[in-house]
Nanobody, 116 residues
Framework: QVHLEESGGGSVQPGGSLRLACTASGSLVSMDAMGWYRQAPGKERELVARILVGGGIRYADSVKGRFTITRNNAKNTVYLQMNDLRAEDTAVYYC??????????WGRGTPVTVSS
């Protein structure tokens, strides 16, 4: 079983920045992808950014140019640097780990609030 520990959420004014971190531990098998999803009130969970085992990266169109996902393999950690935050970025952000074979693990979520 994979355990995901998230940190870095909080409240920030529009235009501000936050950095999320997610560390994976437990029965880690070969990772296929690791990344971040978010869910705003009343909306479905959506992909924010993910990084594949080969290094490929995918971003949601809404965050391209503002968010950057990086990975520290030695620490089994992914980071999401979020710049120029907007009110519409307000959501609970969830870390996701996908093992080769398709098994999905989720973190408990960390809230991000962007408000003036």
């Amino acid at each position: 079983q994979v355990h995901l520990e998230e940190s870095g959420g909080g409240s920030v004014q529009p235009g501000g920045s936050l950095r999320l971190a997610c560390t994976a531990s437990g029965s880690l098998v070969s990772m296929d992808a690791m990344g971040w999803y978010r869910q705003a009130p009343g909306k479905e969970r959506e992909l924010v950014a993910r990084i594949l085992v080969g290094g490929g990266i995918r971003y949601a169109d809404s965050v391209k140019g503002r968010f950057t996902i990086t990975r520290n393999n030695a620490k089994n950690t992914v980071y999401l640097q979020m710049n120029d935050l907007r009110a519409e970025d307000t959501a609970v952000y969830y870390c996701n780990y996908v093992s080769i074979g398709g098994s999905n693990s989720w973190g408990r979520g960390t809230p991000v609030t962007v408000s003036s």
